[in-house]
């Protein structure tokens, strides 16, 4: 895929954070941090919501329930935490095991996966558009792991063999639950199990491996930028139980503790659209720790590169809502997507339909 060129980042933050004197570099350092919500008597911590993915599946008749219960949760949170997912333990185990080994090879061996500039696959800091854009406190991996004939030889083929066949192991399972719960985010709010299929099915998939080292002065960095995911939905594991991740809830931020076993299933900007608007894909971001490494594993999951990405047809036909948001090609979207940094909801606001006025329809 060609993208527009990126600018030459900063190095691996993993091997500056080595340097126990260190003073934050100013291109880390994030002057407008938003802060952490600060629970107190009258208004108490609120906890993302927690769905068991048995309770989804059971059907009979508390199958509406659980239904109106998606959609609610999909509609005003745009997140939750999936338990009982069916994802066998010890791949998971194994994969968390695989990830961390990669992340402690020494930066020579990384540095063979390397993102090279005007790419977005391989192992680097955060894509500069920018030469004085800031930085995020973290390395990350990202690559393009579906179709298969859309894989770059050098990355995944080219990872340790452990690495590599666990990997292919982990994508493989998460893929298959990946495609039921889009099965019933799409049921839950009426659009047509096939269209969903149509859209989702061998759709362009990807996962990003992120490590975020520990900080000397983590309040003035931020681990990942706050954005909403361009993706349907995002499988998220954390793989070193150091809690980090925060959702933007009615405008605050509040911190999520991951149950252990639990995944953390996000609504991306696709699925808002797709929905029209009826889900919401929440803004998050990943702040870091002064003394503990974190480490993530996200799975993002797409429409294929020729679907249409815009309000599904069947909801449209069915419901009669006008479309609140343009329809463009799944290809082109993500050109568009990756040609801006990563900055809270804005993509998402572009694709809205706007009347005369330049107000949201
Ligand atoms: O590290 C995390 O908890 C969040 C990762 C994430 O949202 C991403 O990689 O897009």
Known sequence: MAFPPSLVSHGSVQELAK??????????????????????????????????????IMGGS???LQMENLRS??????????????????????????????????????LRYKLKGGEYEGYGQT???????????????????????????NLLPEFPPLLRDTLENYLLEVQKLGMSLFGLIGQAVDINKKEMFEIFEDGMQSVRMTYYPPCPQP?????????????????????????????????????????PD??????????EILSNGVYNS???????????????????????????????????ASTRNPPLYKTLVMEQYLKEFFSRKLNGKTFLEKMKIKDEDGDDT
């Open 19 to 56: 340097n126990l004197n260190l003073t934050v570099p100013h291109h880390y350092v994030q002057e407008h941090r938003e802060p952490t919500f600060v629970p107190n008597d009258s208004s108490p911590m609120q906890s993302i919501p927690v769905i068991d993915m048995n309770d989804l």
């Open 262 to 271: 639990a995944f953390i299933v996000n609504v991306g900007d696709i699925l």
């Open 73 to 110: 949760i999909c509609h005003e949170w745009g997140i939750f935490q999936l338990v009982n997912h069916g994802v066998d333990k010890s791949l998971v185990e194994e994969m968390k095991k695989r990830m961390v080994e990669f992340f402690k090879m020494p930066i020579e061996e990384k």
């Open 62 to 64: 508390e199958m509406r």
């Open 282 to 316: 929440i803004e998050h971001r990943a702040i870091v720790n002064a003394t503990k490494e974190r480490m993530s594993l996200a799975m993002f999951f797409n429409p294929k590169m020729e679907a249409d990405v815009g309000p599904s047809k069947s909801l449209i």
């Open 127 to 153: 894509i500069l558009h920018a030469q004085d854009q800031k930085v995020d406190w973290a390395d990350r991996f990202y690559m393009i792991t579906n179709p298969l004939h859309r894989r770059k030889s």
């Open 219 to 259: 309040d003035l960095v931020i681990g990942l930028t706050p954005h909403s995911d361009a993706a349907g939905i995002t499988i998220l594991l954390q793989v070193n139980d150091v809690n980090g991740l925060q959702v933007k809830k009615d405008g605050i931020w509040i911190p999520v503790n991951f149950l």
